[in-house]
């Protein structure tokens, strides 16, 4: 099985040792990405709303560098730091899908990367 790297510049840099993505032959592993604009490389400032788009617009861009779309992702993992944010990232998140939805858990943290409240990884397969 071959493993490629994955990398754009219009989703943010690794703060860690990691990538933004790795490939496969059949799949694509999205690390968990935070609300940081790429263009600035820092945390965007605004509401959890804002938060999840942005998110959610880093998970879009890694797709789009795999050729893929978001009715390729198979599995996500939400992370949160207070449950009590669920319903407003639920809603910006299932805006992103056409309705065949992944597998998901969403769960609740103590801490999350530069102090954010929301992170999201996904699983995609490359054919449909």
Same mark, same amino acid.
Do not use: C, W
């Given at each position: 099985?071959?493993?490629?790297?994955?990398?754009t510049?219009?989703?943010?840099?690794?703060?860690?040792?990691?990538?933004?993505?790795i490939?496969?032959?059949?799949?694509?592993?999205?690390?968990?990405?935070?609300?940081?604009?790429?263009?600035?490389?820092?945390?965007?400032?605004?509401?959890?709303?804002? /938060?999840?788009?942005? !998110?959610?617009?880093?998970? &879009?861009?890694?797709l789009? #560098?795999?050729?893929? *779309?978001?009715?390729h992702?198979?599995?996500?993992?939400?992370?949160?730091?207070?449950?009590?944010?669920?319903?407003?990232?639920?809603?910006?998140?299932?805006?992103?899908?056409?309705g065949?939805?992944?597998?998901? /858990?969403?769960?609740? !943290?103590?801490?999350?990367? &530069?102090?954010?409240?929301v #992170?999201?990884?996904? *699983?995609?397969?490359?054919?449909?």
């Amino acid at each position: 099985m071959a493993k490629q790297i994955v990398k754009t510049d219009k989703a943010p840099a690794p703060i860690g040792p990691y990538n933004q993505a790795i490939k496969t032959d059949s799949m694509l592993f999205v690390s968990g990405q935070v609300a940081i604009d790429p263009s600035t490389n820092e945390v965007i400032k605004g509401s959890v709303q804002d /938060e999840a788009h942005q !998110v959610m617009k880093n998970i &879009k861009a890694i797709l789009d #560098e795999a050729h893929i *779309t978001f009715d390729h992702v198979v599995k996500t993992t939400i992370f949160l730091s207070d449950m009590n944010l669920f319903t407003e990232v639920n809603a910006i998140y299932g805006s992103y899908f056409s309705g065949d939805y992944p597998a998901r /858990e969403t769960v609740a !943290v103590k801490g999350l990367p &530069k102090g954010v409240n929301v #992170e999201i990884s996904v *699983t995609a397969v490359l054919s449909l």
